[in-house]
């Protein structure tokens, strides 16, 4: 069983940065694509980053140029730093690790005041 564990979220103003990490256990964690997604109040949940085992990022149109995603594997961890936020950034932040049904954690909520 593969648990993903959210944390960093919180409250700040426009423009502000926070880091979110999501850490896990297990080797499968490390060898598969993580995928970042978020999902504000009365909205579907959408896409934000994914990077592959081996680094390679993608990132939504909405976040390009001001969050970057990132893993360190010995951590069995990815980061998602984000920058420049704005109060539309505002959701629930939740990691999935991209294997069969996929496994989820159970979010971290931003906050961003306008």
């Known amino acids: 069983q593969v648990q993903l564990v959210e944390s960093g979220g919180g409250l700040v103003q426009a423009g502000e940065s926070l880091r979110l990490s999501c850490a896990a256990s297990?080797?499968?964690?490390?060898?598969?694509?993580v995928g970042w997604y978020r999902q504000a109040p009365g909205k579907q949940r959408e896409l934000v980053a994914t990077?592959?085992?081996?680094?390679?990022?993608n990132y939504a149109d909405s976040v390009k140029g001001r969050f970057t995603i990132s893993r360190d594997n010995a951590k069995n961890t990815v980061y998602l730093e984000m920058n420049s936020l704005k109060p539309e950034d505002t959701a629930v932040y939740y990691c999935?690790?991209?294997?069969?049904?996929?496994?989820w954690g159970r979010g971290t909520q931003v906050t961003v005041s306008s």
């Open positions: 999935k690790l991209e294997i069969l049904g996929g496994y």
């Open positions: 297990g080797t499968i964690f490390r060898l598969n694509t």
């Open positions: 990077i592959t085992s081996g680094g390679s990022a």
